[in-house]
């Protein structure tokens, strides 16, 4: 049984060439260019992948872009990845194998390896992601870190089948995307009426599961770095919401 890779991006020359590199077997390979100015649609075209368009316009996150994408696939399995994430070699014969039996649910969550400052920390650095579905069965919100909505049953591929996530960025890099994803959460959670007690629960919390339920603390003082930084995005995104409510009450 066939199935598409399906690909968003916009400016992913750094790591594309080798993206497709490891899903040129695949029965398709779609990619979704949201007005790319570099050389990705270079890179794309000589990988023979089928380009559609979606338009950029002030979107600066790719959900707005995903249900778009899958549903530009001509087969009825997606296995969806990012711009800078590899297929690790045997996961396609696996799930080719297991769309084939007869108790295939209808989604699967693939747990993803990341980088962090310079090293794959394996196990706590993994996550799962709901990547691999019948895309007819999925709907996916236009909101920044948005999961998609499967119509039917989702299960959760072997640890040991998983994608490489190539993403190494530095801890400048880090705040400077963070700055640009809490200035999105403000549209995700407009309705919510967060208060002062949130600035100290939200980080605490945020910082107790990075460093002790997801065990950051195994991996030194790394785990400790990124179990800040969860904490510091909280308190970042819920200052941000407490300053349009003092701005307003202030008029």
């Known amino acids: 049984m066939p199935i598409s890779i399906v690909i968003n991006t916009y400016n992913a020359q750094a790591h594309l060439a080798e993206v497709l590199d490891s899903v040129k077997d695949f029965d398709e390979i779609v990619i979704c260019d949201m007005e790319s100015t570099d050389s990705t649609l270079d890179i794309a075209r000589r990988y023979n992948c089928h380009i559609v368009t979606f338009e950029k316009k002030n979107y600066n996150f790719v959900e707005p872009a995903r249900e778009f994408a899958i549903h530009s696939a001509s087969n009825e399995w997606v296995l969806l990845i990012d711009a800078d994430e590899l297929v690790i070699p045997g996961l396609k014969e696996y ?14 969550y693939i747990s993803r390896r990341n980088k962090f400052l310079g090293k794959y920390c394996i196990g706590w650095s993994n996550d799962y ?82 460093y002790i339920l997801r065990g950051g603390f195994l991996i030194g003082k790394r785990g400790l770095v990124e179990a800040k930084l969860a904490a510091i995005y909280q308190t970042v995104a819920i200052s941000k919401m407490l300053e349009i409510k003092f701005r307003e009450q202030d008029k």
């Open 95 to 108: 799930l080719e194998a297991r769309i084939k039996e007869p108790d295939c649910p209808d989604a699967f």
């Open 129 to 210: 992601q709901l990547r691999f579905f019948r895309h007819k069965r999925v709907t996916w919100p236009p909101r920044i870190h948005a999961r998609p909505i499967i119509d039917g049953v989702i299960k959760h591929l072997p640890h040991k089948y998983y994608l490489q996530h190539l993403a190494d960025e530095s801890v400048k890099q880090r705040i400077a995307k963070m700055n640009e994803y809490t200035d999105n959460e403000i549209q995700k959670k407009a309705t919510r009426n967060y208060g002062i007690f949130a600035l100290f629960w939200r980080p605490m919390w945020a910082f107790f599961r990075a």
